[in-house]
């Protein structure tokens, strides 16, 4: 499973941004699509979680910021962060979990300035 993942930028704080992530396979033939971040320094954490059913979930941290979607005919996932605060400058990178394992993206670095 390859993954194409993009939108990643600098922005100030507030502003919005969107990342997307396009699987090189069917997303329906994926258990769960992710999105992690790694700041310098720090462990990678998760950051949102969407299932094959669609079912979605987002770290505390960045709830009611931060939104992941799907767009089943572009077969591509999204990651709406908004109300963007320099403590999330990190690179993204997307994950999908599959039976045969666990596949990452590149990662794109998101950094917002004050």
């Known amino acids: 499973v390859q993954l194409q993942a993009s939108g990643g930028g600098s922005v100030q704080a507030g502003g919005p941004l969107r990342l997307s992530c396009a699987p090189s396979?069917?997303?329906?033939?994926?258990?769960?699509m992710n999105w992690y971040r790694q700041a310098p320094g720090k462990q990678r954490t998760l950051v949102a979680e969407?299932?094959?059913?669609?079912?979605?979930s987002v770290a505390l941290s960045v709830k009611d910021r931060f939104t992941i979607s799907r767009d089943i005919t572009k077969n591509t996932i999204y990651l709406e962060m908004n109300s963007l605060k320099p403590e999330d400058t990190a690179v993204y990178y997307c994950?999908?979990?599959?039976?045969?394992?666990?596949?990452w993206g590149q990662g794109t670095l998101v950094t917002v300035s004050s």
């Open positions: 994950n999908a979990n599959h039976r045969s394992g666990g596949y």
């Open positions: 396979i069917s997303f329906f033939n994926i258990d769960t």
């Open positions: 969407i299932t094959r059913d669609g079912s979605t």
